[in-house]
């Protein structure tokens, strides 16, 4: 996206809680659990953020595009700027640039949005590339397959759930990853670099669990949705992120009730 705005540390009282577990001997878990509950309100507050919206509306129209039989013009009609046979990583560079116009549109650059859009980037390259026969070898039509398959119920399932996998882990340890350092060492709460990496272990395991209920809901929605009106707009994908989000935290909120 071209701008960092992630380096404030945030000020409210539950971040503060937070910081005050890093230096006491509580687990893991409960660490992860607190900062699950800092972020709620920022990930609610979030749900009308004009480049997560443009993320998430992206996430599900991409694939819906590969099924036309143009799909770079299918493409464009999303606003992404691609020549005729866009490969894997013009399609990346494309998408980037369209949530960057976003946020120059709207003159707001906001720490979820530029989560979101970091998120979609790293969801598309790996959910198409990892299915392609190889990043050198595979042409603009093998992109168009892949993503193609993921446009249906089980694709977007897989899709959506890497998606606010990635959005919610990045959420939850951004702050985190600029303290967790200062944290290791004798007299912290990691002895070495190993302890360390075990807790990002432990929050990629919490994230994934707590991401799970957006795999059961997401691919029964996009299909009414595209059955019904044939295309996902902005306010589609506005009710979709926020859904999304509020059972999220709502299953966030059930698994620190059970760390409590």
Do not use: C
Request: net charge neutral; no cysteine.
């Amino acid at each position: 996206m071209g701008h960092n705005t992630l380096s404030r540390i945030p000020g409210h009282k539950y971040w503060r809680d937070v910081a005050g577990l890093l230096a006491t001997s509580v687990s893991n878990q409960e660490v992860i659990s607190a900062s699950a509950k800092a972020a709620e309100r920022d990930m609610l507050r979030a749900a009308n953020d004009p480049v997560f919206v443009e993320a998430v509306r992206l996430m599900l129209a991409i694939p819906a595009a590969a099924r036309s039989d143009d799909f770079a013009d299918a493409l464009r009609k999303l606003d992404l700027n691609v020549t005729a046979n866009p490969e894997l990583m013009e399609l990346i560079v494309a998408t980037t640039q369209r949530l960057d116009q976003v946020a120059r549109a709207v003159r707001m650059r906001t720490d979820f949005g530029e989560i979101a859009a970091r998120a979609l980037v790293s969801t598309l390259s790996t959910a198409i590339g990892d299915a392609l026969p190889g990043l050198f070898e595979a042409s603009p039509a093998d992109v168009q397959a892949v993503a193609r398959r993921l446009s249906w119920s089980a694709g977007i399932s897989d899709l959506s759930r890497r998606f606010y996998g990635a959005l919610v882990g990045e959420t939850l340890s951004y702050w985190l990853d600029r303290t967790l350092d200062t944290h290791v060492g004798p007299e912290g709460r990691f002895a070495n670099a190993a302890d360390r990496s075990s807790f990002d272990l432990e929050l990629d395991q919490f994230t994934f669990e707590a991401t799970r209920i957006i795999k059961e809901f997401s691919g029964g929605w996009y299909g009414k949705t595209l059955h019904t009106k044939g295309s996902i707009s902005s306010p589609d994908a506005a009710i979709f992120g926020a859904v999304a989000l509020k059972k999220i935290v709502e299953e966030l909120r059930l698994k620190q009730a059970r760390h409590a």
